[in-house]
Structure formats: C-alpha cells, structure tokens
C-alpha cells in the first residue's frame, strides 16, 4: 500500500508522487533542508513553496529572495494555489512540477485540499513535506522525548527523518484536532492557531 492509498484510501493519481514528511531537529534546520532540496530538483519545470501560515511563508520568502534558481520558484499560502499557475508557467502533460510544504495545517479536511490540488494539475507533480520537531502539530504526538533520544542516537542537526509511519500518525492526529477544534478562524502562526481554535492547547 502506497502513502496516497494511506493517506485517501484510494489509488494515487499516476501524475501525483507523494513522498513521507521530512521530519528536522529544528526550525533553522528545516527552512536549510528546504533551500538544500531547491537545488536538488534537477528535471522540475518549476516550484511551489506552499505555506499553510503566513509566518511560515516570510521564511520561504526570504529563501527565494536569498539566490537565483534555474526554474520558476514561488512562494504563496496554500489557500491561494490555483490551477492557474501550470497555465502561467506553460506546463505541459510531460513536464514535472515540485510542490515543497513547509507546514502541515492542523486540520486534516484543510491539508488535504493540498494533495486534491496536484492531483488538478494538468501536469506531473512531486509533493514533499517539511516539519520540525519545534512545529506545534507534530509536539503534539512526539512530546518531550524524542528529540533528546534522537541525538543520543547521532542524528545530526542537519539530517532529518523520513516515514510512510509518520505521516500516518500526523494523519491521526489531525482527525483528533478536528473533531474537537471550535472552528478555523485565520491565525498567522500555527501557535495562534491553537490558541484560536483548539480547546485543549
């Protein structure tokens, strides 16, 4: 069973390749990882780095103000992504775009608009996700303790971990907080987020 039948319970668009969440020590760490994956598309006609919060998208900003790119690379929330942009960018079916998610929202019926997106688009789409062990989504299933057990295990702050396993308990925990959200009034960080909308932060 792939990461899309997991995920939707269904067959994965053959267009659509869905790889696990890139887990990261850190904050700095993961915004590094993100840059360091920019330059490691090789045959992508262009790159979307979407943001569910706009304090995330400052940073994915800063990135792409910070260098030059040898293809199309835009910033933008994901509750502005339209299918428009293979139109802008000229895709054709053959060509390959990269979707690069620096956040995950809380809520599952939200996040997965995200993936209903790719699947629209009327060219090849690879979907990668980065978080970090500071993100308050993924604090809420690991707790205090991995971080510390990670580094008695030698992962280096510029590494990250990567599991179908993963993404399935982000997936669990995002159906908790929705059952039990108030509602999904717009915050700009996750943090206001859950102070907005979650009973129990």
């Known amino acids: ?6 995920l ?7 267009s659509v390749d869905v790889s696990g969440d890139h887990i990261w020590m850190s904050h700095a760490a993961k915004f590094h990882g993100i840059g360091r994956q920019l330059t490691e598309t090789g045959d992508s006609a262009g790159v979307l780095l979407i943001a569910h919060f706009d304090e995330t998208l400052a940073q994915l900003d800063a ?15 994901a509750q502005d992504l ?4 293979a139109i802008r960018w000229r895709m054709e079916q053959t060509a390959t775009i990269d979707l690069i998610v620096a956040d995950r929202h809380p809520l599952w019926s939200v996040d997965g608009e995200l993936l209903q997106f790719a699947g629209e688009l009327p060219c090849r ?3 990668a996700y980065h978080q970090s062990l500071q993100d308050p989504l993924v604090k809420r299933f690991t707790g205090a303790w991995l971080e510390p057990m990670l580094e008695q295990m030698g992962m280096k702050a510029d590494e990250a971990i990567s599991s179908p396993l993963v993404s399935k308990r982000i997936k669990a ?6 059952a ?11 943090t206001e987020w859950f102070e907005l909308n979650f009973p129990e932060s």
């Open 1 to 6: 069973m792939g990461l899309w039948d997991m």
């Open 8 to 14: 939707f319970g269904g067959g994965c668009p053959a």
């Open 63 to 77: 990135i792409t103000a910070a260098d030059h790119f040898n293809v199309p690379v835009h910033a933008i929330l």
């Open 82 to 85: 339209s299918t428009d942009i």
């Open 125 to 127: 789409c690879r979907v």
């Open 173 to 178: 925990m995002q159906k908790r907080i929705e």
């Open 180 to 190: 039990k959200a108030f509602g999904n009034h717009r915050a700009a960080s996750a």
